[in-house]
């Protein structure tokens, strides 16, 4: 992963107060995805987990039944 140097801009009305930010679009994106990420763990919360063997199991099935496609 690249370093970056953040560099937000702010956008101040006459007394200097902050009242937006300015962000490079490839960090806004990224600020997004993390958005989207957080939303699906907040969703997910209740849901039961699930153990690796039964995931493994899981993805093979789904494996053959695209084979068979």
């Given at each position: 992963m690249k370093m970056e140097m953040i560099q937000e801009q702010y956008i101040v009305d006459?007394?200097?107060?902050?009242?937006?930010?300015?962000?490079?679009f490839?960090?806004?994106?990224?600020?997004?995805?993390?958005l989207h990420d957080l939303a699906k763990v907040a969703e997910r919360r209740n849901?039961?987990?699930?153990?690796?063997?039964?995931?493994?199991?899981?993805?093979?099935?789904?494996?053959?039944v695209y084979r068979m496609l």
């Open positions: 006459t007394k200097g107060k902050k009242l937006g930010v300015i962000l490079s490839a960090r806004y994106k990224r600020l997004m995805e993390d849901e039961q987990p699930v153990s690796l063997e039964e995931m493994k199991r899981y993805v093979r099935h789904r494996r053959e």
